[in-house]
């Protein structure tokens, strides 16, 4: 598995952006896949999670409501989008793969990671 978060950008506050993770390898499509983010000085948070159907979702209690995570296992895809940004949405988005085929909200399940994608919410 080898991940790539791409999409991040300047956006003002109130706008969208939508971010995607894909695997260069095509392997990912049995695993879940997770989103999180670090914004400077702070630790990392999990954003959002979806099992390798695409039937379970999960959401951090941040972006609950304005975000919605999707995968196309045929383009070998994920996505988050991403609405009504704030600018304490600022921060480094990264996806990562999961060692089972179920999402979680804790970054020790994920053994994959990808680098990042800078997202900025200008106010």
């Known amino acids: 598995v080898?991940?790539?978060a791409s999409g991040g950008?300047?956006?003002q506050a109130g706008g969208s952006l939508r971010l995607s993770c894909t695997d260069s390898r095509r392997t990912f499509s049995n695993n879940g896949v997770g989103w999180f983010r670090q914004?400077?000085?702070k630790e990392?948070?999990?954003v959002a999670?979806?099992?390798w159907r695409g039937d379970r979702t999960l959401y951090g209690d941040a972006?609950?409501?304005r975000?919605?995570?999707s995968r196309d296992n045929a383009k070998n895809t994920v996505a988050l989008e991403m609405n009504s940004l704030k600018p304490e949405d600022t921060a480094v988005y990264y996806c990562a793969a999961a060692r089972s085929p179920f999402g979680s909200r804790d970054g020790a399940d994920y053994r994959y990671w990808?680098?990042?994608t800078l997202v900025t919410v200008s106010s």
């Open 2 to 4: 080898q991940l790539q």
């Open 9 to 11: 950008g300047l956006v």
């Open 114 to 116: 990808g680098k990042g």
């Open 44 to 46: 990392r948070e999990f």
């Open 67 to 69: 975000f919605t995570i």
């Open 49 to 51: 999670a979806i099992s």
């Open 63 to 65: 972006v609950t409501g």
């Open 39 to 41: 914004a400077p000085g």
